[in-house]
């Protein structure tokens, strides 16, 4: 069975790509380069679904990104 997962991608200070997938507690990697970071998410995201022993999983529907600022 084929399921379809969103994936924020992020990069940090460091110039790593950073993967996580919002609906998989837990689900994440990094790489230095975007194909790379697929394969892995790729593999993250099989490592969570078999961890999850076919428990309900959320549905949640990809609705947009928004930048927020806050004092710190």
């Known amino acids: 069975m084929k399921r379809e997962f969103t ?3 992020e990069r940090d200070e460091d110039g790593f790509y950073v993967a996580s997938v919002p609906a998989l507690a837990g ?3 990094q790489a230095r380069s975007l194909d790379d970071l697929m394969q892995r998410i790729q593999e993250a995201i ?3 679904l ?3 022993d076919g428990a309900a999983l959320p549905t949640l529907e990809f609705v947009g990104v928004q930048r ?3 004092a710190a």
Do not use: F, G, M
């Open 27 to 29: 689900c994440h990697t």
């Open 7 to 9: 994936v924020i991608v």
């Open 50 to 52: 078999e961890d999850s």
């Open 68 to 70: 927020v600022t806050v």
């Open 46 to 48: 099989a490592v969570c």
